[in-house]
């Protein structure tokens, strides 16, 4: 069955896109597609005029400075197998091999990931540890959002009419000692998140956490950082005391709701569990 | 009447050229404009995985994938495995372990499994991983499994 399209632009080159896209914002951005055409299948965005940005999008991963630049038309697969990636940030490797199943994640971009803005995309929490800053590209040229800032509501993002994610641009100059992603969804593979977590730790000679970085997905109408974990975790050994601090502080870093896939209270529990068995593995318990 | 557009692409080792709708499915163009229907719709929604074809080597979700964006790349389905009249080495182990039982997820399951040999993916473990989005509600998966170890060690 045909989706409801009634226009596709092909631009040959990404400056291209940008151009028609400034020209005209209410065109309908899609990279991979794996998303939108779920939701175009279910019949959102009937009769859409496409930007397709499948050819023309930069996905080159390159050390750049202190940092690593991930053109946002890179592939979760080629996320997943990054050689650089799994060195500095394991947790975004980690998360680009749970988004969907391996033909997917092929296909699946980090932009469309991120673009999307669900609440549950799985990149999330692994770049707003990483204190990543999405690069936006529009008619005045390139501008960098801090990960923090780019998300603002299910679906919503902060790129202004007629901006397109460019890349994604991870400081690497001190990377952490401790990086993970996991999420819990109703199957082990090919699933949304009921919860996901990411955490980064930096940890001293003596076991002394020196900076806690965490940050869950599907607790809140975006993904977001946990500030009252990180706080409780710094200055502390992961020994059972700081660990159970951890659970109970997050707490208070997420507003869950009832939705289709769990009730709020199932994510409050399962975010708990989710803080104590990453920090148990990270004190090597 | 929706305007159409013109698709270039390369169909198991043929360049061809079609007019379709701009909101073809890449599924839709292999079976109903290219007549290959080897290639199996299921859900329709990029779960199961019956859709499965290569794009340039790579297992994608054909449902999911507009042919629009295909321009220019090549795309490989089950028919494309077979040369010279000899089916792939996944093919014949399919055959020879009973990996196939009703049959209907047996294109997806085959094109993701060509894809895991062409990359040395050989971890049973990881290639469970790899073959969680091809669903398969007949033989459990051992057999499958039991094909790509067949196929793995013939094909090298």
Redesign the interface.
Known sequence: ????????Y?PLTFDEAVAAFSDEPSMLP?A???DI??Q??AGKFAGAH?L?L??VLPRSISADGGFIEIGAGATM?EIADSGPLRSVCPALCQAA?KV?????Q??ATLGGNLANASPAADTAPPLLVADALVVAAGQGGLRNIEAEDFFAGPGENTLKPGELIHSIRLPVTDPPSFSRFTKLGWQ???IISVVSLSISLHLNDQGLVTKAAAALGAVAATPKRAPSVEAVLVGHSLDPAAISRAVEAVQNDITPIDDIRAPAWYRRVAAATLVERMLEEASGA | M??T?IIHLTINGTGRSFRT?????LL?LIRDDAGQTGTKEGC????C?AC?VL?DG????S????A??C??HEITTVEGLVHDGSPHAVQEAMVETGGVQCGFCTPGVIM?SVALLENSIDDREEQG??????LCRCTGYEKIFHALEVAGTTDD
């Open positions: 069955m045909d989706l409801s399209v009634k226009d596709i092909r899609i991979g597609g794996t055409s779920v175009m299948r496409l397709d499948s050819g697969d091999r969907g199943a391996w033909p997917i092929c296909r082990r593979e090919q | 929706p305007e557009i709708p701009p909101g073809r499915r839709d329709g929604a990029g779960e995985g499965t794009l790579l297992p994608i979700p449902c999911l994938v507009l629009a964006s321009e220019g993701t991983r790899r073959l969680a989005g091809n």
